[in-house]
């Protein structure tokens, strides 16, 4: 078996799932299809099962990831989770793969910016508990980013979290 990929390698655009496909080498490696807008990510699995991934990124077409192309490269939200198949499950975050449940040991994040924490914080409200996505979109920041700079919030007491349903939610505290 192949080692498992801990970057993405962005190939580039297609107009076609076929043509993006025909790109891939080796796992990890990403092509989007751009077709007036992007429309999917076209991805080799990265833990080296030989599979090609689609991964949607048009809400017009179902459930549609968020993906940006901000800093060392592609991140996508929410992560990746095959149901079937080789059931892997990863985070793509600024161009690094992110192993959850399998192959975590030498997962590496991305280089952290604490600057990132006073706009997170602010963005917090005292009563009322946002989550991550509604935190970054409010800041423009990325997911990932912010979901790393509120945990360390509240490890330093300045917020609190806890997990419902839909994941966890944050509030700064007085």
């Not at 409010?138 to 806890?162: F, H, M, P, Q, T």
Request: charged fraction near 30%; charge should be negative.
């Amino acid at each position: 078996m192949t080692a498992p990929a801990r970057m993405v390698r962005m190939i580039g655009d297609a107009e076609y799932r076929d043509q993006a496909e025909a790109t891939l080498l080796a796992p990890g490696d990403t092509s989007m299809v751009f077709r007036s807008r992007p429309r999917s990510i076209v991805m080799a699995c990265p833990d080296g099962c030989g599979e090609t991934l689609v991964i949607n990124l048009d809400s017009r077409a179902d459930k549609a990831w968020r993906f940006d192309m901000r800093g060392e490269g592609l991140t996508l939200f929410p992560s990746v989770w095959r149901e079937g198949g080789c059931e892997s499950h990863f985070i793509v975050w600024r161009g690094h793969i992110l192993w959850c449940d399998r192959f975590e040991e030498g997962n590496s994040e991305p280089a952290y910016n604490p600057e990132i924490e006073e706009a997170v914080l602010s963005a917090m409200d005292e009563v009322h508990p946002r989550n991550a996505v509604e935190i970054a979109d409010a800041i423009d920041e990325l997911v990932w980013d912010v979901n790393r700079a509120a945990g360390k919030l509240v490890e330093r007491g300045l917020a609190r979290s806890w997990k419902v349903n839909s994941g966890w939610v944050f509030v700064r505290l007085i």
